[in-house]
Structures are given as structure tokens and as C-alpha cells.
């Protein structure tokens, strides 16, 4: 026999009332994505650390599905590593894996910045704008955590200008990774260098694509490249490979 369509009760609607909205849940899974790749690139939540859910729930006071969800894409961008079974990792710093994962970020940047410069509009070149004048009046100033935040910002304005959104999901893993290394340099392996060097990569950058000039982009953001990579052999000689990887205190203290 064929059922009828169910009875919409009073317990059904006290629920409804109560389900956050769909835009709602979505906007509470970024937010949660957002705080735990900050931690990860802070080393809040340190390099090889085993962890759970509730873990995670507890540090970001954010709720177990929009957790859930965030959690699986950073497994997707191999920066949590999901052991069934056996909770959650943060992915430890691999030196020579991360080296070799900036050389293809340098050819997804030269993309980037070369379509930025091309299809940047007024309304992208005056956040340009903008984003240049907080470098050149703060950047010598504000610390790591501050100026990551600030890269964030500026890379997700050059992916728009460049108006391509494969282009968001493929390098913001890579850029995630990145400052998680940055941090680690200017933090652990040269705490007294200063960011003078990192912020004026991004400015040549920035005024490059402001001006159109898609050559000197992709030439300036070659150099950041190169910082960057230059950061590894420092890091290698100066850092404790157990901050890179906690789990070696362990076999340290045997």
C-alpha cells in the first residue's frame, strides 16, 4: 500500500526552528577550515600531533560537522592525516617533500600573477592599491602571524583578478604549506632577520600586477619563489627536526 506524505508535527517544526540555516552551516565549515589552517601555519597545532574531533571542537569552539567537514578537506590537502580508527595527525613538516612542492607552486604563481596582471580591473587594482599601502606603512612592523594574514588576504585577491577559481583550490594548499615554512623561518630559524626581505617580494609583486605589467609580475613573484626556497637550508641546519615532526621527542626521551 502506498504511504501518504507525512504529517509536518510540532516536533518537526521546534527542530526546523532550531537547524541552523544551509548558508549558515557552509559560512560555519570555512570558518572552521580558516582556524585550523591558521593554527597549523602557527604551529598551534603542532607538526605530527595526534588529535581527535572533539580535539578540534574544543580549540575552535566551532561544532562537530563543520569540523568534520573542514577536516577532510585539509586530509584532501594532505595538511591532517585522518587513521581510521586512530584519530587525526597534523602532517609533519617534510623538508624535502615541501621543497619540492614550491617548485610546482612557482609555475602555478607565474600563472597566476600573469593572468592578475592581464584581467585586473580598477575595482582589483585599488585593493591593490590598498594592500600595497599596508605593506609599505606597516610591514616592517608586524609580526609573522600578522603579515600571514595579511598574504592571505593578497593571495585570494590575486586569484580573483585572475578570474579563474580552479586556480583558489589548487594553490591555496600549496600557499598554506608555504607560510606554515615562513613561519617556521622567521619563528625557530632566523627570529631576528625581520620580514623586510618577504614583504618587499610581495610589494614588487603587487605594484607589478597593479600596473599591468605581466612580465616584471611574473619575474618578481620568481623571486619570492627563491626566498622561499632559500628558507630550507636554514631551517635544516637550525631547527630541531622534533619541532617539525613531535613525534621524534618520543624516540629523543628513550
Known amino acids: 500500500m502506498k504511504?501518504?506524505?507525512?504529517?509536518?508535527?510540532?516536533?518537526?517544526?521546534?527542530a526546523d526552528a532550531k537547524r541552523p540555516p544551509a548558508n549558515h552551516r557552509l559560512n560555519l565549515a570555512e570558518l572552521?577550515?580558516?582556524?585550523?589552517?591558521?593554527?597549523?601555519?602557527?604551529?598551534?597545532?603542532r607538526p605530527g600531533m595526534s588529535?581527535?574531533?572533539?580535539?578540534?571542537?574544543?580549540?575552535?569552539?566551532?561544532?562537530?560537522?563543520?569540523?568534520?567537514?573542514?577536516?577532510?578537506?585539509?586530509a584532501a590537502d594532505t595538511l591532517i592525516i585522518v587513521r581510521p580508527r586512530?584519530?587525526?595527525?597534523?602532517?609533519?613538516?617534510?623538508?624535502?617533500?615541501?621543497?619540492?612542492?614550491?617548485?610546482?607552486?612557482?609555475?602555478?604563481?607565474?600563472?597566476?600573477?600573469?593572468?592578475?596582471?592581464?584581467?585586473?580591473?580598477?575595482?582589483?587594482?585599488?585593493?591593490?592599491?590598498?594592500?600595497?599601502?599596508?605593506?609599505?606603512d606597516r610591514g616592517q612592523t608586524m609580526d609573522i602571524g600578522e603579515f600571514n594574514r595579511l598574504d592571505r588576504r593578497m593571495d585570494q585577491l590575486l586569484n580573483v583578478a585572475a578570474g579563474e577559481p580552479f586556480l583558489e583550490h589548487t594553490l591555496r594548499p600549496l600557499h598554506t604549506i608555504s607560510r606554515r615554512i615562513g613561519w617556521i623561518y622567521h619563528t625557530w630559524a632566523a627570529p631576528d632577520e625581520g620580514l623586510s626581505k618577504t614583504t618587499s617580494?610581495?610589494?614588487e609583486i603587487l605594484e607589478a600586477v597593479a600596473k599591468q605589467?605581466?612580465?616584471?609580475?611574473?619575474?618578481?613573484?620568481?623571486?619570492?619563489?627563491?626566498?622561499?626556497?632559500?628558507?630550507?637550508?636554514?631551517?635544516?641546519?637550525a631547527v630541531?627536526?622534533?619541532?617539525?615532526?613531535?613525534?621524534?621527542?618520543?624516540?629523543?626521551?628513550?
Open 51 to 74: 588529535l581527535s574531533l572533539q580535539d578540534l571542537q574544543r580549540v575552535t569552539g566551532i561544532g562537530r560537522t563543520p569540523i568534520h567537514q573542514a577536516v577532510n578537506k585539509l
Open 86 to 136: 586512530h584519530g587525526l595527525q597534523i602532517a609533519p613538516v617534510d623538508l624535502a617533500r615541501e621543497r619540492m612542492l614550491l617548485q610546482l607552486r612557482r609555475d602555478l604563481e607565474r600563472f597566476v600573477v600573469r593572468l592578475a596582471a592581464q584581467r585586473a580591473n580598477a575595482s582589483h587594482r585599488n585593493q591593490l592599491l590598498h594592500s600595497i599601502r599596508i605593506l609599505r
Open 213 to 237: 605589467r605581466a612580465r616584471e609580475a611574473i619575474s618578481a613573484a620568481d623571486r619570492l619563489i627563491d626566498f622561499c626556497d632559500s628558507m630550507f637550508d636554514l631551517i635544516e641546519r
Open 240 to 254: 630541531d627536526p622534533a619541532r617539525l615532526d613531535c613525534n621524534l621527542e618520543f624516540i629523543h626521551t628513550r
Open 3 to 14: 504511504k501518504g506524505p507525512r504529517l509536518v508535527t510540532e516536533d518537526d517544526q521546534r
Open 32 to 45: 572552521a577550515y580558516d582556524r585550523l589552517e591558521e593554527l597549523i601555519v602557527a604551529c598551534e597545532l
Open 201 to 203: 617580494c610581495h610589494l
